[in-house]
C-alpha cells in the first residue's frame, strides 16, 4: 500500500515510483488511487505523461444506515482503538458517507497494529459522534484533531 498518506491536509496527487513499466501510483489524499504512466510514441523520441484518477470500488458487500447500526440487539458490535499518528499518518483510508467506514489499513501502520480492519464502520472520534458526517469531514477531524486518536467503531459479527 505504500507509504501512509490516506489522510493528508492536500488534494494534491502524490506519486512514489513504481516497477518496471515506468508505472508510478500512490494514494491521493482523498483516498483515490493516482497513477501517472509514460505514453510511448513510436513517431517521437520523447514521452509525455498526464495523471489518471480513479476511485477504488467500496470494500462494503452492501450499503449500511447508520439506524442499522444503532439498532439494539443487531449483527454488529462495538470496539474502541487507541491509534497514536507517527510522522507519515495513521495508516488507514476512511470512506462513505452516513456512516464512514475503513476502506483499507495499512498493514504494518498504526491502525493495524491498534486492530482497525476494513469494513468497520467509523462511530466516533476522541468521543465526538461522526455516524451522520462524510468521510472528507470525518478526514478533517483526524487531521486538525491530536496525534491520538481514540475512534470507536461497530464490526458486524460474524453469524
Given at each position: 500500500?505504500?507509504?501512509?498518506?490516506a489522510?493528508?491536509?492536500?488534494?494534491?496527487?502524490?506519486?512514489?515510483?513504481?516497477?518496471?513499466?515506468?508505472?508510478?501510483?500512490?494514494?491521493?489524499?482523498?483516498?483515490?488511487?493516482?497513477?501517472?504512466?509514460?505514453?510511448?510514441?513510436?513517431?517521437?523520441?520523447?514521452?509525455?505523461?498526464?495523471?489518471?484518477?480513479?476511485?477504488?470500488?467500496?470494500?462494503?458487500?452492501?450499503?449500511?444506515?447508520?439506524?442499522?447500526?444503532?439498532?439494539?440487539?443487531g449483527?454488529?458490535?462495538?470496539?474502541?482503538?487507541?491509534?497514536?499518528?507517527?510522522?507519515?499518518?495513521?495508516?488507514?483510508?476512511?470512506?462513505?458517507?452516513?456512516?464512514?467506514?475503513?476502506?483499507?489499513?495499512?498493514?504494518?501502520?498504526?491502525?493495524?497494529?491498534?486492530?482497525?480492519?476494513?469494513?468497520?464502520?467509523?462511530?466516533?472520534?476522541?468521543?465526538?459522534?461522526?455516524?451522520?458526517?462524510?468521510?472528507?469531514?470525518?478526514?478533517?477531524?483526524?487531521?486538525?484533531?491530536p496525534?491520538?486518536?481514540?475512534?470507536?467503531?461497530?464490526?458486524?459479527?460474524?453469524?
Amino acid at each position: 500500500m505504500g507509504p501512509r498518506t490516506a489522510v493528508a491536509p492536500s488534494k494534491e496527487a502524490k506519486e512514489v515510483a513504481g516497477g518496471p513499466g515506468g508505472a508510478r501510483m500512490r494514494s491521493c489524499s482523498d483516498g483515490s488511487i493516482c497513477s501517472r504512466r509514460s505514453v510511448d510514441s513510436s513517431n517521437s523520441s520523447s514521452s509525455s505523461s498526464s495523471p489518471v484518477l480513479y476511485n477504488p470500488k467500496s470494500v462494503l458487500k452492501r450499503p449500511v444506515s447508520t439506524e442499522e447500526l444503532q439498532r439494539p440487539g443487531g449483527p454488529y458490535i462495538k470496539k474502541t482503538f487507541t491509534i497514536v499518528g507517527d510522522a507519515v499518518g495513521w495508516g488507514f483510508v476512511v470512506r462513505g458517507n452516513r456512516p464512514c467506514h475503513i476502506q483499507a489499513v495499512e498493514p504494518c501502520g498504526p491502525a493495524a497494529t491498534a486492530g482497525v480492519k476494513v469494513c468497520q464502520f467509523v462511530v466516533s472520534l476522541n468521543r465526538l459522534s461522526v455516524l451522520n458526517l462524510d468521510y472528507r469531514t470525518v478526514s478533517h477531524l483526524i487531521l486538525t484533531g491530536p496525534r491520538t486518536v481514540v475512534m470507536e467503531v461497530m464490526e458486524e459479527t460474524d453469524h
